[in-house]
């Protein structure tokens, strides 16, 4: 929706009388809710091996290593 768009429908309901206003909140507030309830949960597992292949060349206990020799300066 563009800009224009948004605020012509915003002037629009401007004019409405106040008991649509709030016939059109529960509606919009319904409309969301079943947006976001539809959409799958995430797990954090799901985020398990993700980004594995940019270790997969480096050996665990060097990394440790020269990690722990940058803290002495």
């Not at 768009?5 to 509606?27: F, G, S, T």
């Not at 309830?37 to 980004?51: F, M, N, R, T, Y």
């Amino acid at each position: 929706m563009s800009t224009t768009d948004y605020y012509e429908l915003l002037q629009r309901v401007q004019r409405l009388e106040p008991a649509e206003h709030v016939r059109l909140l529960k509606d919009l507030a319904t409309l969301v809710h079943n947006q976001i309830s539809a959409q799958p949960e995430q797990s954090i597992l799901d985020l398990q091996g993700l980004g594995k292949e940019i270790w997969a060349a480096i050996d665990a206990q060097e990394y440790v290593d020269q990690e722990r020799a940058s803290w002495n300066g």
